[in-house]
T-cell receptor
Framework: DAGVIQSPRHEVTEMGQEVTLRCKPISGHDYLFWYRQTMMRGLELLIY????????DSGMPEDRFSAKMPNASFSTLKIQPSEPRDSAVYFCASKPGLAGASSYNEQFFGPGTRLTVL | GENVEQHPSTLSVQEGDSAVIKCTYSDSASNYFPWYKQELGKRPQLIIDIRSNVGEKKDQRIAVTLNKTAKHFSLHITETQPEDSAVYFCAEGVSNDYKLSFGAGTTVTVRA
């Protein structure tokens, strides 16, 4: 298994532009999480899905952020319009359901997308 | 779990010495406590975890202890090596709520 896949790995854009980050979870994992990591705020959970359904989006900073999971193998995080303060590393993570791996709460992180908004 | 505090924020140790990182949490319902290691420019990866029915867990040079009464848990790294240099994050969660709350991280530097 290739693990969690994220694209792009780096994104540089100008303020006001739309940004779309993509994630492919590990096959068979029921849960998908989006995190944002900055020096100031650390690792913040933005939203998570169970079986493609958003469960908790209380961490989404504002209406400019939206996330979708149209099927079990793909999710997007969109920022529109982007602002310089959105610059961060965005991680996607997935985990199996209760019937899965022995460490049922272990989250497997993707390599991250480093976003820079100028 | 909504809040976990992690200390210290940075830790420098001589190779071969031990490193200890402590975390405290506030939600008495929390029952799962993982530790993640993030090397520079890499993704966080789970290194060890503990559940509330256990007070201590060991895996080679790393160990985690949990004090549910005091609501704190600690990571212990013995015989530190240069490859232990990384940022370590504690986290806490509740088994019926699969999200995790992460600490702010501890940057560990092992001096050769």
């Amino acid at each position: 298994d290739a693990g969690v896949i994220q694209s792009p790995r780096h994104e540089v854009t100008e303020m006001g532009q739309e940004v779309t980050l993509r994630c492919k979870p590990i096959s068979g994992h029921d849960y998908l999480f989006w995190y944002r990591q900055t020096m100031m705020r650390g690792l913040e959970l933005l939203i998570y899905f169970n079986n493609n359904v958003p469960i908790d989006d209380s961490g989404m900073p504002e209406d400019r952020f939206s996330a979708k999971m149209p099927n079990a193998s793909f999710s997007t995080l969109k920022i529109q319009p982007s602002e310089p303060r959105d610059s961060a590393v965005y991680f996607c993570a997935s985990k199996p359901g209760l019937a899965g791996a022995s460490s049922y709460n272990e989250q497997f992180f993707g390599p991250g997308t480093r976003l820079t908004v100028l | 779990g909504e809040n976990v505090e992690q200390h210290p924020s940075t830790l420098s140790v001589q190779e071969g010495d031990s490193a200890v990182i402590k975390c405290t949490y506030s939600d008495s319902a929390s029952n799962y406590f993982p530790w993640y290691k993030q090397e520079l420019g890499k993704r966080p990866q789970l290194i060890i975890d503990i559940r509330s029915n256990v007070g201590e867990k060991k895996d080679q040079r790393i160990a985690v202890t949990l004090n549910k009464t005091a609501k704190h848990f600690s990571l212990h790294i013995t015989e530190t090596q240069p490859e232990d240099s990384a940022v370590y994050f504690c986290a806490e969660g509740v088994s019926n709520d699969y999200k995790l709350s992460f600490g702010a991280g501890t940057t560990v530097t092992v001096r050769a």
